[in-house]
């Protein structure tokens, strides 16, 4: 028997972040197959556009851990929700199980270590998408945060554990490891996972040594919206753009500093706890707050570049591959994925290290810039898989774990 339905389970069934936009974008391209689709999630809210296009969606209507009004009973079910793993076992349960497949999009807020067995162990074969790093790390991104920069120690380990890495404070560290050993053990997470999506070379590579060896890996890039529009004349164009959270790991404050430093300008499309300090750095810089993604697009067409100066290992940097589409250069660290979409000096500009980011500024020249636009917007079909294509190849992975449980 073939493939007939899919349960899409994510923590939130809204445009609310990378992780939500692939979700909720990948459904409903599965059902525009003639899928059934199902969108379970924990957290209240569904985007009117799953309804639309005949998505069915069963929500439990919780409240995030970090939003419940019962700061105990939040801190709980973010370690371990019964009632989310019950609702998803009574769901796949009522499946038949040589023609449905459950896909998990992470775990990290009211999912919790809880759907674990009913992934790896549960009548349906499942997919664990990775958009993070958080069936190894206790934060999600091995980075540390207090002090910004890329975390190299074994996760759970005596260091680990003994580290305050967190960006709030060393009681949310304890939480989140007790999180983390409720994902090891009886979440069985990962080391049960049979099938696992990565999303980009730089996520494996960090990855690979804290999955078990015999989980199949499948790699699935992100959709990417490549746009329709003429190209962007980066080079008519004298704005730097930043497209993010204002937060310590983001990068943000160093591109303030390195946009000072080169003498440009610089707009910051997002929102976050650094924007007063980046206003003391740049009075006359534009930061707008959140923005849907029209607007994004509209700063993206007055960019000469945009500045992806992320401190983390960023496991994909979907915002760099839709400028990249659309003729915009990329400037960014070489330690993060969005490097990956990148000609070296031909579409952008990838430095080596925090401090050259300044320098990297000053050589995007209008001719420079023209020079990369053109190049980046040919090479369009490069950045990753439309909505339709993704949805293709999610097909050809959910059709090998069911061909693998049922043989």
Request: charge should be positive; hydrophobic fraction near 45%.
């Amino acid at each position: 028997m073939t493939l007939q339905t899919v349960i899409v389970v994510s923590d939130s069934a809204q445009f609310d972040g990378g992780l939500g936009k692939v979700a909720v974008t990948s459904a409903i391209a599965l059902a525009s197959r003639g899928l059934n689709v199902i969108f379970f999630c924990p957290i209240a809210g569904v985007d009117p556009a799953l309804y639309a296009a005949g998505v069915q969606a069963v929500c439990l209507e919780q409240d995030a851990p970090s939003e419940d009004p019962n700061r105990l009973r939040g801190m709980r079910r973010g370690i371990w929700n019964g009632q989310v793993a019950k609702a998803l076992k009574s769901l796949c349960e009522i499946q038949d199980p040589t023609t449905a497949i459950v896909h998990c999009h992470g775990f990290s807020k009211a999912l919790s270590p809880a759907i674990g067995p009913v992934l790896t162990s549960g009548r349906l074969a499942s997919v664990y998408t990775m958009h993070e790093f958080f069936l190894a790390c206790p934060n999600g991104s091995f980075f540390d945060f207090p002090r910004a920069k890329i975390c190299t120690r074994r996760p759970m380990n005596l260091s680990c554990l003994s580290t305050q890495c967190d960006s709030r404070h060393a009681v949310h560290k304890v939480w989140r490891t007790a999180r983390q050993l409720a994902l090891k053990g009886p979440g069985r997470m990962p080391r049960a996972l049979e099938d696992v999506i990565y999303i980009s070379q730089t996520q494996r590579d960090v990855m690979a040594p804290h999955l078990n060896p015999k989980t199949r890996l499948h790699h699935v890039a992100n959709p990417v919206d490549l746009g329709n529009g003429p190209r962007v004349r980066a080079d008519e164009n004298d704005l730097f753009v930043f497209v993010g959270r204002l937060e310590p790991d983001k990068g943000a404050l160093d591109f303030a500093n390195a946009a000072k430093s080169a003498g440009v300008r610089a707009a910051f499309v997002g929102a976050g706890r650094q924007e007063a300090a980046i206003r003391g750095i740049l009075p006359d810089a534009t930061i707008t707050g959140w923005v849907g993604p029209t607007e994004v697009a509209h700063w993206l067409s007055k960019a000469r570049a945009l500045v992806f100066p992320s401190l983390w290992q960023e496991t994909f940097g979907l915002v760099a591959y839709e400028a990249l589409a659309r003729g915009v250069p990329v400037i960014t660290g070489a330690w993060n994925a969005a490097s990956e979409g990148i000609v070296p000096n031909e579409t952008g500009i990838i430095y080596q290290a925090p401090q050259d980011l300044a320098a990297a500024l000053k050589r995007m020249d209008g001719a420079t810039a023209e020079r990369m636009s053109i190049a980046a917007f040919a090479r369009r079909e490069h950045y990753g898989t439309t909505p339709d294509a993704h949805a293709d190849k999610l097909v050809e992975v959910y059709e090998s774990a069911l061909q693998k449980r049922t043989s």
